[in-house]
């Protein structure tokens, strides 16, 4: 990839974005708004109307063919898309090109962070980068940066597939080995309350799945935006009371089957307590890990969740065998 088009995919996205974007007040029905058009005809190609209110922020996305078709005394509130995929304004141009992959749409307003609609891009700046490219081995860069690794994509060789994905489940690997430490070290106490050990697996899966459920909401908050540990702390509050909740029903479910199954009630309530602080930690390191990578400059993408899987499960097993030893004394 040449250095001209690696340092055009690093722009400020709102340097090539058009400034006056097709705009209609979200108040007006849809004969006014037509009327409105032709007094004042939009800038460019027209792909998407935007609707805004008194203060320029987006409210919503009115698609040219419903626009027309509607009836001229609706309201545009009742035909306008009111879930918006938008780009921030601190994005660059390598940010609205995935916006452009993920989402497949022919155009994405850019906002600030009060929704203030500052303008808009539409594909052919995707188009313009991609005929920029001077061969394939170059396109494959490009996908790379954006998240879609052609080469992957095209990789048959069972070898390769091995190669690739092997040092991800070497992180796996490690941590069942260190888990198995870990459990040896609490032998003794297993050894005295049998049921302790047989709910581990149902103990592991749940801070699992939280811990997976959060890697994907934070690579969706991150997708198209620069994390900031401003905007980390204010996530990781909402996951931690959102993971506490989690950890506390299904801690609950648990202890009661135990004591459905005339197991010790000391045993119920270190599943309850375990469950809850695993689902608990797990989610927050869920939500963690990929804005930590994307700090660090790492891809967040290929790396997150083999590192939440590992992390999980050690975080758990330490929590729960802790209090399994505290109230066993």
């Given at each position: 990839?040449?250095?001209?088009?690696?340092?055009?995919?690093?722009?400020?996205?709102?340097?090539?974005?058009?400034?006056?974007?097709?705009?209609?007040?979200?108040?007006?029905?849809?004969?006014?708004?037509?009327?409105?058009?032709?007094?004042?005809?939009?800038?460019?190609?027209?792909?998407?109307?935007?609707?805004?209110?008194?203060?320029?922020?987006?409210?919503?996305?009115?698609?040219?063919?419903?626009?027309?078709?509607?009836?001229?005394?609706?309201?545009?509130?009742?035909?306008?898309?009111?879930?918006?995929?938008?780009?921030?304004?601190?994005?660059?141009?390598?940010?609205?090109?995935?916006?452009?992959?993920?989402?497949?749409?022919?155009?994405?307003?850019?906002?600030?962070?009060?929704?203030?609609?500052?303008?808009?891009?539409?594909?052919?700046?995707?188009?313009?980068?991609?005929?920029?490219?001077?061969?394939?081995?170059?396109?494959?860069?490009?996908?790379?940066?954006?998240?879609?690794?052609?080469?992957?994509?095209?990789?048959?060789?069972?070898?390769?597939?091995?190669?690739?994905?092997?040092?991800?489940?070497?992180?796996?690997?490690?941590?069942?080995?260190?888990?198995?430490?870990?459990?040896?070290?609490?032998?003794?106490?297993?050894?005295?309350?049998?049921?302790?050990?047989?709910?581990?697996?149902?103990?592991?899966?749940?801070?699992?799945?939280?811990?997976?459920?959060?890697?994907?909401?934070?690579l969706q908050v991150l997708h198209g935006q620069r994390p900031t540990w401003a905007s980390l702390f204010i996530k990781l509050?909402?996951?931690?009371?959102?993971?506490?909740?989690?950890?506390?029903?299904?801690?609950?479910?648990?202890?009661?089957?135990?004591?459905?199954?005339?197991?010790?009630?000391f045993v119920a309530v270190t599943l309850l307590g375990g469950i809850t602080g695993g689902v608990t930690l797990s989610a927050?390191?869920?939500?963690?890990?990929?804005?930590?990578?994307?700090?660090?400059?790492?891809?967040?993408?290929?790396?997150?969740?083999?590192?939440?899987?590992?992390?999980?499960?050690?975080?758990?097993?330490?929590?729960?065998?802790?209090?399994?030893?505290?109230?066993?004394?």
């Open positions: 990839m040449s250095i001209c088009l690696q340092d055009k995919l690093k722009d400020p996205v709102v340097k090539h974005m058009r400034l006056n974007p097709p705009r209609l007040h979200l108040d007006l029905t849809v004969g006014e708004a037509l009327s409105e058009i032709r007094r004042h005809p939009p800038e460019g190609r027209i792909i998407y109307f935007y609707a805004v209110d008194s203060d320029n922020r987006l409210r919503g996305v009115i698609p040219t063919r419903r626009l027309l078709l509607a009836p001229s005394d609706q309201p545009l509130r009742e035909i306008m898309v009111r879930q918006v995929v938008a780009i921030p304004d601190t994005a660059t141009v390598l940010d609205a090109c995935e916006f452009f992959t993920m989402h497949k749409l022919l155009a994405f307003p850019v906002v600030d962070e009060q929704r203030h609609l500052l303008g808009m891009v539409d594909v052919d700046l995707y188009t313009e980068e991609v005929h920029e490219l001077e061969n394939v081995g170059a396109s494959d860069q490009l996908f790379q940066l954006i998240g879609v690794t052609a080469a992957q994509a095209r990789r048959a060789s069972v070898l390769d597939a091995f190669r690739y994905r092997l040092p991800w489940l070497g992180c796996n690997l490690v941590s069942g080995i260190l888990a198995a430490f870990l459990a040896a070290q609490y032998e003794s106490v297993m050894a005295e309350v049998v049921a302790l050990a047989a709910f581990i697996p149902v103990v592991l899966a749940l801070a699992e799945s939280v811990a997976m459920q959060s890697v994907t909401l934070s509050r909402r996951e931690l009371l959102t993971g506490l909740l989690l950890g506390l029903a299904t801690g609950v479910a648990v202890g009661l089957v135990s004591l459905w199954w005339d197991i010790k009630g927050v390191l869920g939500m963690t890990l990929p804005y930590m990578l994307r700090l660090l400059r790492r891809d967040p993408q290929v790396a997150s969740g083999p590192i939440a899987l590992a992390s999980a499960d050690l975080v758990t097993l330490l929590f729960y065998f802790n209090l399994a030893v505290a109230m066993f004394r």
